[in-house]
T-cell receptor
Framework: AQSVTQPDIHITVSEGASLELRCNYS??????LFWYVQSPGQGLQLLLK??????LVQGIKGFEAEFKRSQSSFNLRKPSVHWSDAAEYFC????????????????FGKGTKLSVKP | GAGVSQSPSNKVTEKGKDVELRCDPI?????LYWYRQSLGQGLEFLIY????????KSGLPSDRFSAERTGGSVSTLTIQRTQQEDSAVYLC????????????????FGPGTRLTVL
């Protein structure tokens, strides 16, 4: 079955430090991968997505993610974290019904909460 | 230029009562999704609409849950005889078009409705 694992429930980094949030997926076909961010009281906002091509994907707010098929990973990175990046981050895989999933839905990881120290 | 809107933003109800949650997708978006976000469960897919049709209802947790969409626009998620385990944030998303699944379409999320069942 398709699944997404975000191993870190909560991460704290200092402002200005680099950040890497881990995401591993299980999927029987070429995955379509997404990272969303959810700020307190806000809806989910798309940071970036990967469908094909270059495995290093650039997103908004200075984030990037790298797709590594051999490791079934799609880790999110940012070279220098800002206090406003404090939020919860969700990795997701888009599911194709032809591979046993529900047509059109996203399967989300349980999220990683990011705290930023001044 | 409005995004996805949901109403009410908060709903407190008593166990056993019925509730209706409303979603207004982005104008022109043909696909609409409902998700549930609860503590410990993360984000769960509930149901997906293409136009007014719901080809996939597999995510609905019980027969107390139903959803409809009229005019290819507004959708209503109804929970009958609410239980305390229904307490969660219910998120709606929409996307422009779906061809074989939301593999490439970006889903835009609303701010959610926080449901509390006493």
């Amino acid at each position: 079955a398709q699944s997404v694992t975000q191993p870190d429930i909560h991460i704290t980094v200092s402002e200005g430090a680099s950040l890497e949030l881990r995401c591993n997926y299980s999927y029987g076909a070429t995955p379509y991968l997404f990272w969303y961010v959810q700020s307190p009281g806000q809806g989910l906002q798309l940071l970036l997505k990967y469908f094909s091509g270059d495995t290093l994907v650039q997103g908004i707010k200075g984030f990037e993610a790298e797709f590594k098929r051999s490791q079934s990973s799609f880790n999110l990175r940012k070279p220098s974290v800002h206090w406003s990046d404090a939020a919860e981050y969700f990795c997701a895989v888009g599911v194709n019904m032809n591979y046993g999933g529900s047509q059109g839905n996203l399967i989300f990881g349980k999220g990683t909460k990011l705290s930023v120290k001044p | 230029g409005a995004g996805v809107s949901q109403s009410p933003s908060n709903k407190v109800t008593e166990k056993g009562k019925d509730v209706e949650l409303r979603c207004d997708p982005i104008s022109g978006h043909t696909a609409l999704y409902w998700y549930r976000q609860s503590l410990g469960q993360g984000l769960e897919f509930l149901i997906y609409f293409q136009g007014n049709s719901a080809p996939d209802k597999s995510g609905l947790p019980s027969d107390r849950f139903s959803a409809e969409r009229t005019g290819g626009s507004v959708s209503t998620l109804t929970i009958q005889r609410t239980q305390q385990e229904d307490s969660a944030v219910y998120l709606c998303a929409s996307s422009l078009a779906v061809s074989g699944g939301a593999l490439t379409d970006t889903q835009y999320f609303g701010p959610g409705t926080r449901l509390t069942v006493l």
